[in-house]
T-cell receptor, first 112, second 110 residues
Framework: DTAVSQTPKYLVTQMGNDKSIKCEQN?????MYWYKQDSKKFLKIMFS???????INETVPNRFSPKSPDKAHLNLHINSLELGDSAVYFC???????????FGPGTRLTVT | GIQVEQSPPDLILQEGANSTLRCNFS?????LQWFHQNPWGQLINLFY???GTKQNGRLSATTVATERYSLLYISSSQTTDSGVYFC????????????FGGGTRLMVKP
């Protein structure tokens, strides 16, 4: 059973489009996250979220927004895609605000 | 924000060799994790180790929180150990948002 899953695995789209990446966890965790890995493999936190609070990394453009329909899902919406948004996006979850984080397999986004 | 530095940035080993990877961080932390990113891009949890020492097979890790560093030991390396090893920390009161180091890229040759 996959603990943290993401769809799609690959996403190719054009500049200006709006797209979403889905994340689901079946671990019963309370807190979920989105991270971005750039072409140099550097990983950076974008959002930290549970049903009570959203924490946004101040460097994330407001074109990016997390949406959580329920505790097991945290989707990432991106508006007006730009070339610089091309990266691998990882979803993660942890039992609560602290504790070990578990990562999904990643979604490779390519903006042309 | 907190700074996380990993060394060495690149490492080439012959199969069977041992190695030590280091992670230095600039502030007090609640959480420290080591990950292995394999050649397929998956991030695999190795250790959750905000302090102390843990062992898992050929791998072990030690974190000395008071001195702000952690070490990952790989013994009897295998080609499947190749990939990038990341250290990630959560600064105190940072909402469990991990800050990653730049990684150590390891290649194990047969």
């Amino acid at each position: 059973d996959t603990a943290v899953s993401q769809t799609p695995k690959y996403l190719v789209t054009q500049m200006g489009n709006d797209k979403s990446i889905k994340c689901e966890q079946n671990l019963g965790h309370d807190t979920m996250y989105w991270y971005k890995q750039d072409s140099k493999k550097f990983l950076k936190i974008m959002f930290s979220y549970n049903n009570k609070e959203l924490i946004i990394n101040e460097t994330v453009p407001n074109r990016f927004s997390p949406k959580s329909p329920d505790k097991a899902h945290l989707n990432l919406h991106i508006n007006s895609l730009e070339l610089g948004d091309s990266a691998v996006y990882f979803c993660a979850s942890s039992p609560h605000w602290n504790g070990e984080q578990y990562f999904g397999p990643g979604t490779r986004l390519t903006v042309t | 924000g907190i700074q996380v530095e990993q060394s060495p940035p690149d490492l080439i080993l012959q199969e069977g060799a041992n190695s030590t990877l280091r992670c230095n961080f600039s502030d007090s932390v609640n959480n420290l994790q080591w990950f292995h990113q394999n050649p397929w891009g998956q991030l695999i949890n190795l250790f959750y180790i905000p302090s102390g020492t843990k062992q898992n097979g050929r791998l072990s890790a030690t974190t000395v929180a008071t001195e702000r560093y952690s070490l990952l030991y790989i013994s009897s390396s295998q080609t499947t150990d190749s990939g990038v090893y990341f250290c990630a920390v959560e600064r105190v009161n940072a909402g469990n948002m991990l800050t990653f180091g730049g990684g150590t890229r390891l290649m194990v040759k047969p």
